[in-house]
């Protein structure tokens, strides 16, 4: 039962490095999401993906890049990383109609320094 | 821009007392509407979920719907220690390309 997979769990950049962070499950749910937890924020969408092929900007887009390489993998990438990236950062999935909840990875702790 | 909002707490309840949480949204497309928990360090995690007008009870849990007001509320029962955390209020619309909108979360404190 590996649901919702993110690696890594933990890691530190310095600034200006870039990184991928990567996330895959295995529901075949066809959405998609990239989430960052900031204390006293709650969960700000970063992108979505609604299907394979597509995706969305969310609330907090800047600084990042997406790339849904197929139904299983949505990745989340980090060109040049920023003190303000340092965040907990939460893939998740769904299925698509009603009463159906997304499904959380673990969450990867970055730090930016 | 759909938003969610729930008071951030920390709302202090004591042991055995009822925990009321509120939540509101914006968007009256809105279909389903998710409570989470989020222990610290840890994933969220899905407690109820609710679409019809009205309660939904499950356990010690009861979450209430109104969609004319639009609100959301999670009610607590018999309160425990390990009922401490953050709760989630989500919302999600039925259009494919409708997200799952979170808010900021409300830190439950039970006291013992």
């Known amino acids: 039962n590996a649901g919702v997979t993110q690696t890594p769990k933990f890691q530190v950049l310095k600034t200006g490095q870039s990184m991928t962070l990567q996330c895959a499950q295995d529901m075949n749910h066809n959405s998609m999401y990239w989430y960052r937890q900031d204390p006293g924020m709650g969960l700000r969408l970063i992108y979505y993906s609604a299907s394979e092929g597509t995706t969305d900007k969310g609330e907090v887009p800047n600084g990042y890049n997406v790339s849904r390489l197929n139904k299983r993998e949505f990745s989340l990438r980090l060109e040049s990383a920023a003190p303000s990236q340092t965040s907990v950062y939460f893939c998740a999935s769904s299925e698509h109609r009603k009463n159906t909840e997304a499904f959380f990875g673990q969450g990867t702790r970055l730090t930016v320094v | 821009q759909k938003e969610v909002e729930q008071n951030s707490g920390p709302l202090s309840v004591p042991e055995g007392a009822i925990a009321s949480l509120n939540c509101t949204y914006s968007d009256r497309g809105s279909q389903s509407f998710f409570w989470y928990r989020q222990y610290s360090g840890k994933s969220p995690e899905l407690i109820m979920f609710?679409?019809?007008?009205g309660d939904k009870e499950d356990g010690r849990f009861t979450a209430q719907l109104n969609k004319a007001s639009q609100y959301v509320s999670l009610l607590i029962r018999d309160s425990q220690p390990s009922d401490s955390a953050t709760y989630l209020c989500?919302?999600?619309?039925?259009?494919?390309?409708?997200?799952?909108?979170f808010g900021k979360g409300t830190r439950l404190h039970i006291l013992p």
């Open positions: 989500a919302v999600n619309g039925m259009n494919r390309d409708d997200k799952i909108i």
């Open positions: 609710i679409y019809s007008n």
